[in-house]
Nanobody, 124 residues
């Protein structure tokens, strides 16, 4: 089992920044990919960003390209999502996920473990 704990969500004005973090614990042996998804009220869960075990990243180009950056710390077993120039439409619950095989993926069924989510609210 892998446990994930997100932190860093909150309320921010449009144009502001937030940094989300996710700590993985439990059976966190090497080789896993990590990702971020988000779900706004009344909408389906949406891919945001992912990073492979080798450090290759993938972003939802349409939504967050140029504004969000994903990174990971292999010593602390954490993944971070730096969010800049936030927009009202970025408001959602953000979920961290782990995919046990190391390649980054953009669809939620490919991920094996999920965190509880952290709320990000962007006000106008």
């Amino acid at each position: 089992q892998v446990q994930l704990a997100e932190s860093g969500g909150g309320l921010v004005q449009a144009g502001g920044s937030l940094r989300l973090s996710c700590a993985a614990s439990g059976r966190t042996s090497s080789g896993y990919a990590m990702g971020w998804f988000r779900q706004a009220p009344g909408k389906e869960r949406e891919f945001v960003a992912a990073i492979s075990w080798s450090g290759r990243s993938a972003l939802n180009v349409d939504s967050v390209q140029g504004r969000f950056t994903i990174s990971r710390d292999y010593v602390r077993n954490t993944v971070s999502l730096q969010m800049r120039s936030l927009k009202v439409e970025d408001t959602a619950v953000y979920y961290c996920a782990v995919k046990l095989s190391g390649t980054a993926a953009t669809t939620s069924p490919e991920y094996d473990y999920w965190g509880q989510g952290t709320q990000v609210t962007v006000s106008s």
